[in-house]
Every structure is written in C-alpha cells, then in structure tokens.
C-alpha cells in the first residue's frame, strides 16, 4: 500500500473527527445592564411559555458536546498511530530499495604505489668557507720619490716582471753614471801598472791597491744601479691588478700602497669543521663548492691543509680546500658550502620524501602486503634533493605507499590509483 492512498482514505475520517469537534462560536459577553434585562425577559418568557417547552437539556447538551469532541481527538490519534505504524515498514522498504540485495562492498582507498629504487648515493661532511686568492701582492715603493709614469690600467692582466710604476729617477742615473767612470777608471789604471811591474817602476803592493779599488768601483756601481731600479715597480707575479691609488705626479714615501695584484689562477678556500669530524679529513681529499652567484654549477677542489691545532675557544680545526679557477668565476671574499666525501654508496635504496610517515622519535613508511597498507619503522640516511636515503627496514623490492599516505591506518586495505599523465606546458623564454 503506498502512502498517497493510505492518507486518501484516512482524510475523510479526518474531516468528519473535525466537524465533531468543532464548537459553536462564543457569543459576546454582555454588559451588566444588559444582563438586567436579560434576565428580566428571561423571567416574563418563562412565566408566559409552557413548562414543557423550556430548555431543561442545554446544560446537558454542552456536557455532550464537549465529550464528543474529546472522544472524536482521541479515535484521530489511535487512527493515525495505527496507520502510521502499518505505513512505516512500506516506507523503509521503499526507500531501500536499490537494484541488488546482499551487503555493500567493501571500500578500498586508492593510493599511489611504487617501488623503492637503487641509486648512488655518497656521505658528505659540509662546510661554510671563505674564498681567498691564491696569491695577493699589495705593490708599495721601497724609495721615496715622485711618480712619473703608471704604465697599466686597473683590471689589466700582467706578466712578471712587467713594469708597472716609475718614479722620478735622474739622480739615481747620474750616480749610475758616475760609478760606471770610476770603475772604467780603476780598470785602466791596473791595466798600466800591470805593465810596469815588470821594469820594477811600480811595486806589487802597489798593484794589488790598484787592483782592490776595482773591486770597491765595481760595487759602487752595482749599488747605484740597484737605487735606479728601485724606482721602478714591477709586477712580482702573473695576476690582475685593481684599482691604483695614486696618481701621476704624485709623492709617495717608502711602504705607500700603489695598487693591489692579484693571482686568481687557482683559489684557496678555508673553513672550519669541529673537533669531533677531524677523523673524516684528510690531505688531498676530494671537494665540491658551491656559492651562491652560480647555483647550479658545482666546483671541485682539494684539501691542501690541515691545521695542526684546534682552536681552544671554539673547538674547531681550520681547514683549506684549493680549487682551479681557470675562468675566473670565483672572487676571493665570496662565501662558499664546502662538500668533502667522505664515503660512497653505489646502489642504495632511495624512496621519495613523500612516501615518510613522520613522529616524535622516528620515521616509518606504508607497506603493501596483500592488498593492505601496514606501518614499518624504517632508518633513514642520506637526504637527497625530494628523496631519501633507506639504510635499514626496507627491501629493495617491497611497494610502498608514495603518495596519499595521510588518509591511511595501520592495516587499511589499499588499491593503486589510476595514474594521469600531466603535460606541462612551460613558456618559451626568449
């Protein structure tokens, strides 16, 4: 039986319950001087009528009125009740009704799985240093003199010995050219006696006085000499030059910087590593660097020295990496990560970041056996960029859960998800 045919019949029933139960409109109450006369007519009518004739039943006729209306509430009550509770199992059967009878299947949550891979993987010790050059020469006169010439400009690459400053050398070449005539004529005058000591003319201590202020010429004008060139600066190395700080014209005394020369062929970079790493570096030990002005490049390097003591305020030990610098990319003063390896493994178990299921003390990951996500500990190792490093608690061919592991518990049935092929669409750059 359905609902709407149910309530059809009943809506009859339920209009005649309600005309039972209706009760005639309250007349307006009177006021007291019309209930005087009321009361007045009231009393000449009945002295008047018949006594047959009075109203004696409408005391009574409310009394039934008013038992019908109660009893015609109760019957619509027990009625509908009665209706209700045949009309309720229709309705639950009705609305279960689905197109298959048995219990629901059951519901398996859909995960990405895959399988741990095997990759290289090596054991870094890191590191923050400093860049320095390898060689740094600050050019300073050993004279006092006047600058004539600067025979460079700023950022120019030099040779050895290529000249570099002049300072204003004249004196320095007249005494030059006053010791090369004193000692040519101390060479002539041991040239004669030498001809003369055979007729006994001159003796032989004679001769060797000759002889010896030859000797004293000859130094007289080696050091002249030697004042000449100090008036001129020569580079002392192969390198590049900075800024110079003087100019043309200008007096300088003995040790005023001139310019900075710098070798940048190869760059030394030293840092620090604490006392209890010592044992994992050693001399000529191979290095990465990385700096911050080229991201993606990676330079490689070698440990050229270690420092004998460890520094007793911060319990470190210094260290120097030297790496080739054949393009002149890296800059002394810039900072610099230092990698040492340390160790290496060919064929490690590496896993996604994603796939880690993290707590207070440790790191687990999703297994899946049979269909069913289960929960392992798991020790991690070395982090790589979006992967990690599985060193024990997971084979290498045991599927795991990579992704949607924040919607499972320990023992959930799981199903791997569709994979969606994704084009990315990147922007041409130009």
């Known amino acids: 039986m359905k609902v709407s045919a149910l309530c059809e019949k009943l809506n009859p029933l339920r209009r005649q319950c309600l005309v ?28 008047n009528s018949d006594p047959s004739a009075r109203p004696k039943s409408f005391t009574l006729s409310l009394r039934e009125r008013a038992g019908v209306r109660g009893n015609a509430r109760s019957i619509l009550r027990g009625i509908v009740f009665a209706s209700w509770s045949a009309a309720f199992p229709l309705i639950l059967a009705g609305c279960g009704k689905s197109g298959a009878s048995g219990p629901p299947a059951e519901v398996k949550m859909e995960v990405v799985i895959e399988t ?3 990759a290289p993987v090596e054991d870094t010790l890191t590191a923050v240093g400093t860049i320095e050059a390898n060689e740094r020469v600050e050019l300073k006169p050993k004279a006092p003199g006047l600058i004539e010439k600067i025979h460079f400009v700023e950022g120019q690459r030099v040779k050895k010995g290529q000249k570099l400053f002049e300072l204003d050398s004249r004196k320095e070449a007249a005494s030059v050219a006053q010791a090369e005539a004193e000692e040519k004529l101390a060479r002539a005058n041991v040239s004669r006696a030498r001809t003369l000591v ?9 001769l060797d006085q000759l002889e010896s202020q030859v000797s004293v010429k ?3 004008l080696q050091l002249e000499q030697e004042r000449l060139a100090e008036r001129s600066i020569v580079s002392p190395l192969d390198g590049v030059l900075g800024p110079r700080l003087v100019s043309p014209g200008q007096y300088v005394n003995v040790g005023t910087p001139l310019a900075t020369l710098v070798d940048d062929s190869q760059i030394k970079v030293r840092f620090r590593i604490s006392e209890r790493q010592l044992a994992s570096i050693r001399l000529r030990q191979e290095g990465r660097l990385r700096v911050s002005a ?22 470190t030990v210094e260290g120097r990496l030297i790496s080739p610098n054949p393009d002149a990319l890296l800059k002394p003063g810039m900072f610099a990560r230092v990698e040492l390896l340390v160790g290496a493994r060919p064929r490690a178990v590496v896993i996604p970041e994603g796939a880690l299921v993290a707590s207070l003390d440790r790191f687990s990951v999703y297994v899946v056996e049979n269909g069913v996500a289960k929960l392992r500990t798991i020790r991690l190792g070395v982090r790589l960029p979006g992967k990690v490093e599985v060193l024990e ?8 859960v990579v992704n949607g592991t924040q919607k499972l518990v320990d023992g959930m049935k799981v199903a791997a998800a569709k994979s969606t092929t994704v084009t990315n669409h990147s922007p041409t750059q130009h």
């Open 116 to 118: 741990p891979t095997l």
């Open 198 to 206: 055979g007729t006994k003319a001159i003796s032989q201590q004679e």
């Open 294 to 315: 080229y991201p993606e490049r990676v330079f490689t390097g070698q440990v050229d020295l270690i420092n004998p003591e460890v520094d007793e305020a911060t319990r």
């Open 20 to 47: 039972l139960g209706d009760s005639p409109a309250p007349s307006p109450r009177p006021s007291p001087a019309g209930r005087g006369r009321e009361h007045r007519q009231t009393g000449e009518s009945s002295k």
């Open 393 to 400: 608690g997971l084979p290498p061919d045991q599927p795991i």
């Open 218 to 220: 000859v130094a007289s």
